[in-house]
């Protein structure tokens, strides 16, 4: 969690902070009363949903900051920076006041006070309803409302905002207004998947030996077919192939010709041109959704609308205001305007978007969807809508086009049918690319690199393999950006019409999309893409632009939130991760594991087939990591309903989301062992399990027998404090205490006692590990006695070696890994530009040949790979921390990673070339890393994290240095702050830089007491904190010479 960069004493009522922060009582400085309360309240609301989102956001704050400093006065803020409670406060206010408020800043203020509002208003216990006064502090002058609107068609001069639209929290989606269409991405068109990587495999894992024969009485009339059902995500229908997800086949008792259940056999999809169309498809946010209704229902267009008492509403106290709904403004209380409500939206459904629709090019202005609703109207003398039309075009002209912005969604498909379709329609296969998750991983790795972190399109799908085919569930990856059918055109909805779902169709799987309902002629065929994001910038950027009332404010759903990680956060940390897989390696899979994996479905296709399945160390991690996501399903949803929440989870939509959780969870681990499987395929790397445990005697020669063990670095670092760096040096060369001893100047004379009896003790042996690790015990006593004569500078080392001292199990990890690259990413860099939102893309650069000479680009790299020339094989060595700075790889193999020319150049002779980018890089400790980061995909590196995450949790600090210059640097402040991390936080790693702590481990073994307490658990024994308690009482209880 990153710091807070606002006062502290702001945070306080904060309900997310409450456990966060010491209470009140411990926090003499409370707000003065010179702070605005709204500001106050404003502020701890905005953070508490950062933190909710664990989102890094000091520069937004700064600008806040700055900006409410300029207002109220410095005083507030530089009184509470200097409280002394935070020291970072000062530093803080003078960056802030350098700060110019940035057009980057602008925008990320935009949206985190408007889009993110509504969105995770669900999800917060966040009070939003004071946002305005604070955005226009943030907003710069020519946005605010009552100023002279430069945006085009505005012609506002001073007009005040209607009470609705001043009501409407967000009043449009801020920001840059982008006009002009995107230039339809252009694709080549599939009849079939395409695989182009380990075709082998994948086209088996297209294939399914699900077997079932219907009777046949229910899919011979398309009306008695029945529906799908999203919430239950299954087709409620008798007939017993398509309520498995199957269409009929031989066995079935309906004929070929009458069964209406093998459309997608037969390939009766919906034809382009004929029965749906392309188009350039245009939404509007929310918000501006709001207006439009607002309008249409205060001209009373609908029936009779009483608009309710806005101002009355803006100025209700803050608790109150809490209870509006999303997306809401006000609760519609009589009986006649909830009528004229629902007609309002129908209009917008049914009239106004389909006309918006029709405009090409034009659609962002509204006045011509206006127009031609009006038309239409007229034409078929409906008065309701004509009457609707006018109001909103009154409205528009009144306060200007930015509070009724259309916005371009890109490619869409409509309905072109006069008649329609009915519901159940088969409308299209989802094709496109099929790829691995590994090398999904890479594509998206590598996308994001060359075009900055931009939100990549939504040109893909999940295939998810289903959990009832004899072979399993898997994942794999459907890329339709450049090779696809129309159905990938499909825009997403929160309040879709169609839905894709995997069928078995005879013998092979399939992404069919389906009709959920009727749909009329001009609607445009829409369904809920579902996806899932664990990147909060992602999830922010993606503002959806269905249209619908239901609209969630993103068309992604944001996993990251600390709501769904709670049972994770306190119950699979590091320390849970890293035993897990130490476990994993140490005995075979038992019955319990076997049937849980049996329960999720992971069979051969995720496991494995005979002749190259995972090693059995893998499949035993996913049973145990499994393990803890049934314990996770069963705990999140009395927690979630625990939570306070302004919309609160009941236990039925709690148990749902705790589903969804555990769904996703099954997701990420079938990613990770294929990423796993990836690497362990490589020519000559070990099929052993990345940790495993020391045996008795390894153990014993690490803390006591060796030359290099705990107990002989101890006394060494003692002779090298008090006799000098010779005496050292003498003293490794020792084999024996004899010759220890006599390496002491003068054999030890001159020296305290307790040193020549230390070293003797030292080079004493030991019979087994137990034995050594009594020694070593009996030698930090020793060491405390010698602290006490010589007064200080040996107490850290005497607590440290104690942990040492009572830990219990210690490991090693795999030191043969070999690191490698992966074979490029073919990426086109026309395509990936011609999304983005960049008013200076040239439409025209992209040119209907990418898709061809992509595929051949890509082609050619493969065949490359699958020669079996590995030549950006890695040699370098495992060194614990220069791991970093060198990324433990280097990039290998002269000509095979074609350097990216240019974007910005690249137009001309590069363009529609496939581009490619350089081959993903696999650190020699990414097994490791990736396992115990599993439930995340989008690291780029996952062991990058793994050496910050092993200090002070599996790493304990060196022993080298708790003795250098630690006379002045271990005090009693620090021991206590030591205490109370282990005691609080045992699985929490150690700050390294400002303390004296270094985290070297030469050894590369690692355990701890904190660690040993975690295994226990793991594996089930009793009590098994009860010795990390002991060693924390033994720390506590040792003399120290400063009292
Ligand atoms: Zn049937
Ligand atoms: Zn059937
Ligand atoms: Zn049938
Ligand atoms: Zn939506």
Not at 133 to 157: C, F, K, V, Y
Not at 296 to 316: I, M, T, V
Request: glycine share 8%.
């Amino acid at each position: 969690m990153e710091r807070c960069p606002l006062p502290r004493a702001w945070t306080l009522e904060c309900p997310v902070l409450a456990e966060e922060l010491p209470s009140a009582e411990q926090q003499p400085d409370l707000p003065s009363e010179s702070v605005k309360p709204d500001c106050t309240l404003l502020l701890q609301g905005l953070r508490s949903a950062c933190l909710e989102d664990e989102v890094e956001c000091p520069d937004f704050f700064d600008e806040l900051c700055s900006r409410l400093a300029a207002k109220t006065g410095q005083a507030d803020f530089t009184t509470q920076g200097a409280n002394g409670q935070d020291s970072q406060q000062p530093e803080q206010v003078a960056a802030s006041a350098r700060l110019k408020p940035s057009k980057a800043a602008r925008l990320q203020a935009d949206r985190l006070l408007g889009l993110r509002a509504v969105r995770d208003s669900n999800v917060l216990g966040v009070d939003w309803s004071s946002l305005d006064s604070l955005q226009a502090l943030a907003e710069p002058a020519s946005h605010r409302p009552a100023d002279t609107q430069t945006a085009a068609g505005a012609n506002t001069s001073l007009v005040p905002l209607p009470a609705s639209i001043q009501a409407n929290r967000e009043p449009y989606a801020q920001g840059d207004w982008r006009q002009e269409p995107y230039a339809p991405r252009p694709y080549k068109r599939l009849r079939a998947y395409e695989v182009n990587e380990e075709k082998e495999l994948l086209q088996w894992k297209l294939t399914t030996q699900k077997q079932h024969a219907c009777s046949g009485l229910h899919c011979v009339d398309p009306s008695h077919l029945g529906s799908y059902s999203i919430e239950a995500e299954k087709f409620m229908t008798e007939c017993g192939c398509l309520a498995r997800n199957m269409e009929c086949g031989d066995g079935c008792g309906c004929a070929a010709s009458g069964c209406c259940n093998r459309a997608v056999s037969r390939r009766q999809a919906l034809l382009l041109g004929t029965d749906v169309q392309e188009i350039n498809a245009w939404g509007i946010d929310c918000y501006t959704r709001r207006n439009i209704v607002d309008a249409a229902l205060e001209s009373q267009a609908f029936g009779l609308y009483k608009a309710p008492d806005y101002s009355r509403l803006l100025q209700l106290p803050l608790r109150a205001a809490a209870t509006l709904q999303q997306g809401e403004t006000v609760k519609h209380s009589s009986r006649g305007s909830v009528d004229a409500q629902q007609a309002a939206d129908a209009w917008v459904d049914q009239q106004l978007i389909p006309a918006i629709n029709q405009q090409g090019d034009t659609g962002w202005d509204i006045a011509n969807g206006l127009q031609h609703v009006q038309r239409q109207a007229e034409a078929t003398g409906d008065e309701c809508s004509a009457k609707a039309a006018a109001a909103v075009m009154k409205r528009f002209q009144k306060v200007g086009s930015n509070y009724f912005r259309v916005h371009p969604k890109g490619t869409g498909i409509v309905c072109a049918r006069e008649a329609g379709l009915r519901p159940l329609s088969f409308v299209e296969e989802y094709l496109g690319e099929v790829h691995s998750p590994w090398r999904w991983f890479e594509i998206q790795d590598a996308t994001k690199k060359q075009s900055g972190e931009e939100l990549p399109d939504f040109y893909n799908i999940v295939l998810e393999r289903p959990r009832d085919d004899p072979t399993g569930y898997d994942v794999l990856f459907v890329d339709a950006a450049s090779k696809g059918a129309f159905a990938s055109r499909m825009s997403h909805s929160c309040n879709p019409n169609c839905q894709a779902v995997v069928m078995s169709c005879g013998g092979r799987l399939t992404i069919a999309v389906y009709t959920l309902r009727s749909v009329a002629q001009g609607e445009e065929l829409t369904f809920d893409y579902a996806s899932v994001t664990e990147n909060e910038r992602e999830f922010r950027a993606a503002t959806c632009l269905c249209s619908t009332r239901a609209c969630r404010g993103s068309f992604l759903y944001f996993s990251g939130s600390r709501a769904f990680m709670q049972v994770m956060t306190a119950q699979h940390t590091f320390l849970h991760r890293t035993a897990l897989l130490l476990r994993a390696g140490t005995g075979p899979l038992n019955e319990e594991e076997h049937s849980r994996l049996e329960r999720f479905g992971l069979r051969d296709s995720a496991l494995g087939r005979p002749h190259q399945r995972l090693p059995a160390w893998l499949i035993k991690w996913a049973a145990l990591v499994l393990g803890f996501v049934e314990h996770e399903m069963q705990l999140l949803p009395a927690q979630l309903v625990a939570l306070q929440l302004r919309a609160p989870y009941n236990p039925l939509t709690a148990a749902a989301e705790a589903k969804g959780v555990c769904e996703n969870r099954l997701q990420n681990v079938v990613i990770t062992l294929d990423k796993v499987r990836l690497c362990l395929q490589r020519p000559g790397q070990p099929q052993s399990p990345p940790l495993r445990l020391l045996t008795d005697a390894q153990a014993a020669e690490h803390v006591w027998t060796g030359d290099r063990s705990v107990g002989r670095r101890l006394v060494r670092c003692v002779a090298q404090a008090l006799a000098g760096p010779s005496v050292e040096r003498a003293l490794a060369h020792a084999l024996t205490a004899g010759e220890a001893v006599k390496a002491l100047p003068g054999g030890g004379q001159g020296l305290p006692p307790q040193v020549a009896r230390l070293v003797a003790m030292a080079f004493h042996p030991a019979t087994d590990f137990q034995d050594g690790r009594r020694q070593l015990l009996a030698v930090v006593q020793e060491l405390r006695q010698l602290d006490l004569a010589v007064k200080g500078g040996f107490t850290a080392l005497a607590d440290i070696a104690l942990l040492h001292a009572c830990t219990n199990h210690w490991f090693l990890a795999e030191r043969e890994y070999k690191g490698f690259t992966s074979l490029p990413v073919q990426l086109n860099m026309e395509d990936l530009k011609l999304d983005r939102m960049n008013r200076d893309t040239s439409a025209h650069a992209a040119t209907s040949q990418a898709g061809s000479n992509h595929h051949s680009a890509s082609n050619t790299a493969f065949e490359r790979l699958t020669g079996g020339d590995h030549a950006s094989e890695s040699s370098g060595s495992w060194k614990e921390d220069s791991q970093q700075e060198n990324g433990g790889m280097r990039q290998g193999g002269q000509g095979r990673q074609s350097v990216s020319p240019d974007v910005e150049d690249g137009s001309g002779a590069l363009a529609g070339a496939g581009q490619a980018a350089s081959g993903k890089k696999y650190g020699m400790q990414y097994v490791w890393g990736q396992l115990t980061l599993w439930h995340k995909q989008t690291v780029y590196d996952p062991t990058a994290s793994l050496s910050a995450d092993r200090r002070g949790t599996i790493t304990l600090p060196d022993l080298d240095s708790c003795c250098a210059g630690a006379k002045t640097r271990y005090s009693a402040r620090d021991r206590e702050a030591m205490l109370e991390h282990l005691e609080k936080r045992p699985e929490a790693s150690w700050k390294g830089n400002g303390t004296m702590w270094g985290f070297r481990n030469e050894a590369r073994v690692y355990g701890s007491p904190m660690f040993d307490a975690v295994w226990r658990q793991v594996c089930h024994q009793p009590d098994p904190l009860a010795s990390l308690q002991d060693t924390l009482a033994q720390l506590r209880a040792a003399p120290v010479p400063w009292q």
